[in-house]
């Protein structure tokens, strides 16, 4: 009984879990855009409120606006009138106290990120972490900069390493470059990986065959 209880478990855990992932972010979207209507409703005069009402009833439509905001704001941010928009907005939040600091950071980091021109987590690699033969997976962030970067004599990488299961946070880490082990696996395999704590492993990628080569012809022997 203790083996099929298990491998029901087995089929209906990822299941489970992937449902309630998906409930509790389309709930919060759904709570995000009914803050937003409540809001308006309070600025906007009776005879309009009453077709609000019933959009908050819609279920999912926050996850719909928001994907349609996302695309409007993209087509708007890719052209030169957007773009002079945005510099506007950007230098205005870079001179508000606090503000700036926050935003600026955030814009940073999402910039590296999620940038088309980025190389931040293009290449999972192997590190010697947290001692001297203990190795571990991370993700090339890019080369170290700044202040640091003067201190440090030689070629040297900067690198994320994820903890597991959670790969949201980790461990800044600048190395060597001749000690890091550049690994073929994609980024994508290399955080199932960590997420499954090892279980989940990525085939080995498979050697090149060499070609065969056609036998050599007999030569002719004059004697």
Do not use: C
């Amino acid at each position: 009984m203790k083996k099929y209880l298990i491998a029901g478990l087995l089929v209906w855990l990822p299941l489970a879990v992937t449902i309630w992932v998906l409930h509790s972010v389309l709930g919060l979207l759904d709570d995000v855009f009914g803050s937003v209507v409540a809001a308006s409703q309070a600025v906007l005069p009776e005879a309009a409120r009453q077709p609000l009402d019933g959009l908050r009833s819609i279920p999912g439509l926050g996850v719909v606006l928001m994907i349609a905001g996302l695309l409007l704001t993209g087509v708007f941010a890719a052209n030169i009138f957007g773009q002079w928009w945005l510099s506007q907005a950007n230098r205005v939040l870079n001179h508000i106290p606090i503000v700036k600091s926050i935003y600026s950071s955030v814009k940073q980091v999402s910039d590296t990120l999620f940038s088309s021109s980025g190389n931040a987590f293009r290449e999972a690699v192997l590190v010697q972490y947290p001692r001297q033969g203990s190795w571990t997976i991370a993700f090339v962030t890019g080369r170290p900069g700044g202040e640091a970067a003067t201190h440090l004599s030689g070629d040297y990488l900067s690198v994320y390493v994820p903890t597991t299961p959670n790969p949201t946070s980790g461990f800044f880490l600048m190395v060597p470059r001749a000690d890091v082990i550049v690994l073929s696996m994609s980024v994508d395999e290399a955080l199932k990986y960590v997420i499954s704590m090892g279980v989940v492993a990525p085939p080995s990628p498979v050697p090149p065959v060499p070609p065969v080569l056609p036998p050599e012809a007999p030569r002719n022997q004059i004697g």
